[in-house]
């Protein structure tokens, strides 16, 4: 059931310890301050690698000028995370942390500015536009219908889709799975190789043995655990980041610690934003297309998100919504124009919030606990690139196996809900996209209502967003079309 979680529950009868219990109803939610502490800083370090990523992706699309540097990209990536992160906490009470969204980034990188001749504060001009346009959504109450307007299995396909494209999602970055003579393979052509993969074997075991024993913290002590490892083996071997030269280096962090672990933090990215210029230099259509094309995939990754991690945490109702779910969606929207003002990309709300629900998080104190580190890792850089996407990788593979017990709630005998829940469960990971899985699994559902006839069962939202999905994944013909 959705209400089932992988952690024992105290009872909902208990009285608040103390203003922070009453505050969080961290007792009525069947958990302790150190369960929330624990997940949120587990969350953390699930996420980190973004301080790392983000740069290294928008660095592409940087001005020319120096005026806004890599440094400063990870100093505001930190900066935006933080600050919405504890609002989510605050505002919403739940366990879901955010951050400059992998995907919206490239986005930003390689179709805003390199594709399309934005300048980087133009791309962010965009970025805001679609969080306002997303946030007029969620107060008129359109984005929190919508939600609710989808079959209690279909959301149920989503977040067992979502357990297996993070588990892909962490098997790629620990180097576990690759490129190869086929699409994808085992390692380096069909073998295990180098220290990375043994730090990420024997994190991942290790968080298994503890689970399996019933030990508290399994995954947190897995991925510290392991994240030491690498720092042991990184004194003798000194291996690079991954590439083609070096196909068992790093992954996308070394982790080594060379100089101060405290660094005084630039903020060179923040306002760096051209709003209005975009639509003198691309045209209005172009760049409704381009905000729209945005929107839906900001718009469905978060739903998919926080119900994956309210099913993970049992903290869904009967028909599969969480609590103050309008709460959620509004700091979601307000997230992505602050990534704009920020200069850091769309921030969204992060599946790896699951990592940190499965250590026991079951409310926004332990996002509270995320955005506080986030914050002083404006100052810590050193240390957060000390931790390796190998290590880090262990929480998301382990948290796709604590996600797939949903995948009994989907009727696999009745066809009606089996064929939309397979097709959403299967694109997630194959198409490396939760939105395009959801797309998916929404077209097939309202056809195959039409082809039984009950056209006239369909939620008028679910006609609505199976339309703009069918227009979203034809973007490409229609802008041709159009000359866009």
């Known amino acids: ?100 969204g992998l995907g919206l980034n490239a986005i930003v990188a390689f179709t805003l500015v390199l594709g399309s001749g ?26 929190d219908a919508v939600f609710r307007a989808v079959p209690y299995q279909i959301k149920t396909a989503i977040s067992v889709g979502i357990g297996l494209f993070i588990t892909l999602v962490g098997l790629i970055n620990a180097g576990i799975i690759r490129a190869g003579a086929t699409p994808v393979q085992l390692g380096i052509n069909g073998s295990l190789q180098g220290w990375p993969t043994l730090v990420f074997v024997v994190g991942l075991g290790l968080t298994i043995i503890l689970y399996v024993r019933k030990v508290k913290g399994a995954m947190l002590i897995g991925l510290i655990t392991s994240t030491v490892l690498a720092a042991i083996l990184q004194l003798f071997v000194h291996l690079p980041v991954r590439s083609e030269g070096s196909p068992t280096g790093w992954g996308q962090t070394i982790p080594a610690l060379s100089g101060s672990p405290i660094s005084i933090p630039s ?42 991690v309210g099913a993970e945490g049992g903290l869904l109702d009967e ?78 593979v382990f948290v796709g196996f604590l996600m797939m017990a949903q995948v009994l709630e989907v009727d696999w005998k009745d066809p009606e809900y089996a064929i939309p829940g397979f097709l959403t469960i299967a694109f997630m990971p194959f198409a490396y996209s939760i939105s395009v899985g959801i797309g998916v699994g929404f077209i097939a559902y309202t056809v195959i209502q039409i082809t039984l006839g009950k056209a006239r069962q369909i939620h008028p939202l679910m006609w609505l967003t199976s339309i703009l999905f069918v227009v979203y994944f034809l973007l490409g013909p229609i802008r041709a079309a159009l000359g866009a």
Do not use: C
């Open 319 to 396: 028909g599969g919504n969480p609590p103050h779910s309008s709460r959620i969606l509004l700091i979601d929207s307000l997230a992505a124009a602050a990534g704009g003002l920020g200069g850091v990309s769309s921030n969204t709300s992060y599946i790896e919030s699951t990592a940190g629900v499965g250590e026991g998080a079951r409310t926004g104190l332990a996002s509270v606990v995320t955005g506080v580190l986030f914050l002083l890792s404006t100052f810590l850089s050193p240390l957060v690139q000390l931790v390796p996407t190998e290590a880090a990788s262990t929480a998301l």
């Open 1 to 100: 059931m959705w209400g089932v979680s992988t952690q024992e529950k105290a009872p909902t009868s208990a009285k608040p310890l103390n203003p922070l219990d009453t505050f969080f109803h961290i007792t009525e939610r069947g958990s302790t301050i150190g369960r929330e502490i624990r997940g949120g800083v587990v969350t953390f370090f699930a996420m980190a690698y973004i301080l790392v990523v983000n740069p290294s992706i928008l660095s592409a699309a940087l001005p020319q000028d120096g005026s806004i540097t890599p440094a400063g990209i990870a100093a505001g990536t930190a900066l935006v995370a933080g600050i919405m992160t504890i609002l989510m906490g605050v505002v919403a009470n739940y366990p879901l942390a955010l951050a400059a």
């Open 118 to 143: 934005l300048s980087f504060q133009e791309a962010m001009g965009l970025i805001f536009w679609e969080g306002i346009l997303i946030t007029l959504l969620v107060l008129t109450g359109f984005r």
């Open 267 to 308: 903020f060179n990215s923040l306002f760096q934003i051209n709003f209005f210029g975009a639509f003198g230099k691309l045209g209005v259509v172009s760049v409704v297309l381009l905000i729209f094309s945005l929107m839906l995939a900001d718009f469905f990754d978060t739903m998919g998100t926080m119900v994956a």
